[in-house]
Structures are given as C-alpha cells and as structure tokens.
C-alpha cells in the first residue's frame, strides 16, 4: 500500500520544490538573541518574534529553573484533573491583570487558544466576521465551529459594515481579528472596528500574538494603543514571541466567556497543561513589565531608529505601527536573492513572495527588537544600502 502513497508524496513535494516554495530549516547553534551562530557563522537575527528580547534574558532564564527545582518538569494531566498549580491560577492573573480583563484561560499554544475559541461559544444560529488576513489558527478555529462565516478585506471598514448587515440575520456575531497583521505590519483599526461592532450589535475578538508587548503607549496592545479597553469581549494571545518566545497561548476577556471555555473548549480540556518552568518564567515576565517601560522603549526607539534611516537610504517601507517592517521589493527572484546577499552580509532575514503576500508584493520582512542594539541595526542598514546599491534598487 506505501508504495503508491509514497510516490504520491514524493510528487507533491517535487512540485514544492519546483514552486519554490519548500521551507528548509536553518539551524541555529545558540539561545536566541540578536546576535546568533548559524552553521559556524555570526549573524544578527532580524526574523525572530522576540520583540521585547525576553526570549535569552537570564531573569526568565532563572525563574524557569527555579519553578522547575519547585515544582518538577511536567503535569502529566490535562488541567481539570489534576493538572493546576496555584501557579497556573497566579499566571492567568497576571495576564488579566496586563489586558485589564476580567479572567484568562492558558492553553498549550495560542494556535490552540484560536481553535478552540469559536465552537464552544458560537452555533448555526451565529455569525463569524473575520478579516481576510487573520492568523491561520484563527482560520482552523472558525471551520471547527458551525457558525455562518463572513469574510471582510484586510482592515477595509467599508467591507467590515456589509458583512456585518448581511449578518443581521443571525443571533449572535462576532467580528474577529488579528492585532497585528504579520506580513505589513499594520495594526487593526480597533476603535473603528469597536464602534461598528456597536452600531451592529456585534462582538469583538482580536488576536494579540503579534501587538501584544508592542502596539500601544506602554505596549500593553490594541486598546492601550485606540483606548478600547471595555468594548473588546474576547483577547488571544501567545507566550511565543513577545513574552519570553518558549511556548503557551491564552483567551482573555469576560469572565462567563472564559468561564463557558474552561467547561467547552477542546484544546482546554484534552491536552495538556503547561509545564511549571514556563509558568515560572512566564509570571517572570509578568513582573518585569509591570516593574518598569524599559523593554518596550527601547523596542520603540529602535523600530524609529531603523525605520528612519531605511526611509532616508531611499528604501519603500510599509507604513507600521509595529515592530515589523516590510521592505518593499515587488519582484519575488529580486527578494529570494536579496535576503541571501544579506545574509551573506550576516543579516538574517527573510523574503516573502506570492502566495504569501499578494501577486507584486514581495518583500523582505524585518522585526526589529529590543535585543538589538545601535550597533546592529546599523550593521543591518549599511547590509541593506551595499545590497541596495549592487542589485540596483538604490540608485
Ligand atoms: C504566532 C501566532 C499564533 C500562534 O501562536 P502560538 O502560540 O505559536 O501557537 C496565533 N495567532 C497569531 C496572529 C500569530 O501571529
């Protein structure tokens, strides 16, 4: 029987290749941090989730060890036999405490917290809005459900207004989103989408994994940043990029709806609780953030800093309010061989072309971080201009 399966695969993934869209892995022989080893040599990894550089900070580094001499390796349970420590409990305060929610639920994954968010809440009788950009676990979440699903163009609030009348039939709807959109950077407008919810008596979901610890005055996400604190019902979110980058995601928001998930949600009730090192390390950072700005300062003085001079070198960039920007290229060859002269340079990055982005939108994305200091992100813009200038895209 392999036989036949096996030579099916083998042609998928020639064409793949042939469609140069094979994903390889890169192997990186550190912890991660701006500056990593990569087969034997140095680069400045700009590609990395790790917003707030948390991910190779010793404070988390330490708080997980302790945690894991405290409370041992792992839960072997799920959480509602026997797999909650007060820890767990403390966690999900934390986290209420940082979105000013009313109560958190802690999956394994943030892709968990989305696939598990729409079906235990939502029917046939309800309606899911979502924009056309969202996550891909938000995608998975909205297929497990029964809900009618709409769909609106990315952030287009005049498309937002038609679904939502064409789902004035249904009993309950629910716009969803992500906070920050992962390929330009652009965050959602959540005010807008807030008062539109409103006039449509709709709910409103946005997914954090990419705003939360960056979008906002103090980087506490969208509704520090739009003043939506209040008109937001459900907020998702991941421990794997800004908040320490290991592993574990959440759903925050009022209370009788994470209450409703903790009895429902699939992901929740059949797999298991996180381990106590990253509970540890995730209350860590918590208290770090609470304590002091720091962290998301620096992210935002460097996102200026790198932002200014790529505009002044004459690079197009996105417009972002993020820590992700998109340097537009528009050729998808001219992209691929970019980013590799670039690591040639020691600048890790990465170029994304159709089907990624849209036909004519490749680019090569860069996340910017805390973890990089002055000197790296000059080291990266004087990579950029050189590659620029040879391949002719600067003059
Ligand atoms: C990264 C990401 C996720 C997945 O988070 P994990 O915790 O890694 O599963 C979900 N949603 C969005 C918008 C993301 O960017």
Known sequence: MYTNFREHLQAELAAIREAGLYKEERLIECPQ????????????????????????????????????????????????????????KQLEAAISDFFRTEDTILYAACFDANGGVFEPLLTEEDAIISDALNHASIIDGVR???AKRYRYANADMADLERQLQAAQAQRFRIVVTDGVFSMDGNVAPMDKICQLAEKYNALVMVDESHSAGVVGKTGHGVSEHFGTYGSVDIYTGTLGKAFGGAVGGFTTGRKEIIEMLRQRSRPYLFSNSIPPCVVGA???????????????????????????????????????????????LYDAPLSQKYASLLQDEGIYVTGFYYPVVPQGQARIRVQISAAHEREHLDRCITAFVKIGKQLGVLK
Do not use: W
């Not at 988390?60 to 072997?76: E, F, I």
């Not at 800093?305 to 993020?322: C, E, H, L, V, W």
């Open 33 to 88: 941090k701006a500056a990593i080893q990569v087969a034997g040599k140095e680069v400045l990894n700009f590609c990395a989730n790790n917003y707030l550089g948390l991910a190779d900070d010793p404070r988390l580094v330490a708080a997980a060890k302790a945690m894991m001499d405290k409370r041992g390796y792992g839960m072997s349970s799920v959480r509602f036999i026997c797999g909650t420590q007060d820890i767990h």
């Open 144 to 146: 497990l459900s029964k």
């Open 282 to 328: 995730a209350l860590e950072t918590f208290r770090i953030l609470k304590e002091s700005n720091a962290l998301h300062d620096k992210l935002m003085e460097n996102v200026e800093y790198f932002r200014n001079r790529m505009m002044a070198a004459g690079f197009d960039i996105k417009p972002t309010q993020s820590a992700i920007c998109a340097v537009m």
